[in-house]
């Protein structure tokens, strides 16, 4: 299945794809939807465009059931997911979130592929919110608590009003490493005096009412 779907990719993309789609061949092993993130963050990191790596998985899941699976069972969003991120820390690095307005067209561009794989983007995604009530100087602190936490390629964005918003998939996975980002704020010497409140917010259901409910969230 590989073989075959490494010479359409040569095919039709040339050899630097071919090389690329070579190079994770055995990532793909096993077509388990949580390695798509690492794997779209590295492509971009090599300067794949996105609609070129979709179109490279469309292709394989065209010839492979069980990896047409994988990404219909969030494989689409991790794999998008992870590109943006590899591509905005080339752009911004990690040092803190990256701008608000790149954070709102991830979620507009996730929106669509979700929609367009005939998924609920509120039931795939959502946002975690660390309120610091205005403490702009408490921001990096929770930033770097917040990469430890989340550490599967998450895009983080800091607001005007100080808030840290961070874009997840709605997995198992999302209650336990927000209650270890709680605990981390909870247990720094730097915060004592400075509650900072964390919580997951539900997304809005269309893609219409995105900007209107991350305004809320900034101001």
Same mark, same amino acid.
């Given at each position: 299945?590989?073989?075959?779907?490494l010479?359409? /990719? @040569?095919?039709?993309?040339?050899?630097?794809a071919y @090389?690329? $789609? $070579?190079?994770?061949?055995?990532?793909?092993?096993?077509?388990?939807?949580?390695?798509l993130?690492?794997?779209? $963050?590295?492509?971009?990191?090599h300067?794949?465009?996105?609609e070129d790596v979709?179109?490279?998985f469309?292709?394989?899941?065209?010839?492979?059931?069980a990896?047409?699976?994988?990404?219909c069972?969030?494989?689409?969003?991790?794999?998008?997911?992870?590109?943006?991120?590899?591509?905005?820390?080339?752009?911004?690095?990690?040092?803190?979130?990256?701008?608000?307005?790149?954070?709102?067209?991830?979620l507009?561009?996730q929106?669509?592929?979700?929609?367009?794989?005939?998924?609920?983007?509120?039931?795939?995604?959502?946002l975690? /919110?660390?309120?610091? $009530?205005?403490?702009?100087?408490?921001?990096? @602190?929770?930033?770097?608590?917040?990469?430890?936490?989340?550490?599967?390629?998450?895009?983080?964005?800091?607001?005007?009003?100080?808030?840290?918003?961070?874009? /997840?998939?709605?997995?198992?996975?999302?209650?336990?490493?927000?209650?270890?980002?709680?605990?981390?704020?909870?247990?720094?010497?730097?915060?004592?005096?400075?509650?900072?409140? /964390?919580?997951?917010?539900?997304?809005?259901?269309?893609?219409?009412?995105?900007?209107s409910?991350?305004?809320?969230?900034?101001?």
């Amino acid at each position: 299945m590989t073989d075959a779907w490494l010479r359409d /990719v @040569r095919s039709e993309w040339g050899e630097r794809a071919y @090389r690329a $789609a $070579a190079d994770i061949v055995d990532v793909l092993a096993g077509c388990q939807a949580a390695k798509l993130q690492g794997v779209g $963050a590295d492509l971009a990191r090599h300067g794949h465009r996105l609609e070129d790596v979709l179109a490279w998985f469309r292709l394989l899941a065209s010839q492979s059931r069980a990896f047409r699976t994988a990404l219909c069972d969030g494989g689409i969003v991790a794999l998008a997911s992870g590109w943006a991120e590899g591509m905005l820390r080339d752009e911004f690095g990690l040092a803190g979130g990256t701008p608000l307005e790149l954070l709102r067209l991830r979620l507009q561009q996730q929106f669509e592929l979700t929609t367009s794989m005939g998924e609920a983007p509120e039931r795939v995604l959502a946002l975690v /919110v660390a309120d610091t $009530a205005g403490r702009h100087d408490c921001v990096t @602190r929770v930033v770097h608590h917040a990469r430890q936490a989340f550490t599967s390629g998450e895009a983080m964005a800091t607001t005007p009003s100080g808030n840290l918003l961070v874009l /997840v998939s709605r997995n198992p996975e999302v209650r336990m490493r927000t209650l270890q980002l709680i605990d981390a704020l909870r247990h720094d010497d730097q915060l004592r005096g400075t509650p900072v409140r /964390v919580w997951i917010e539900p997304l809005a259901h269309t893609a219409q009412h995105v900007d209107s409910h991350l305004l809320g969230l900034a101001s």
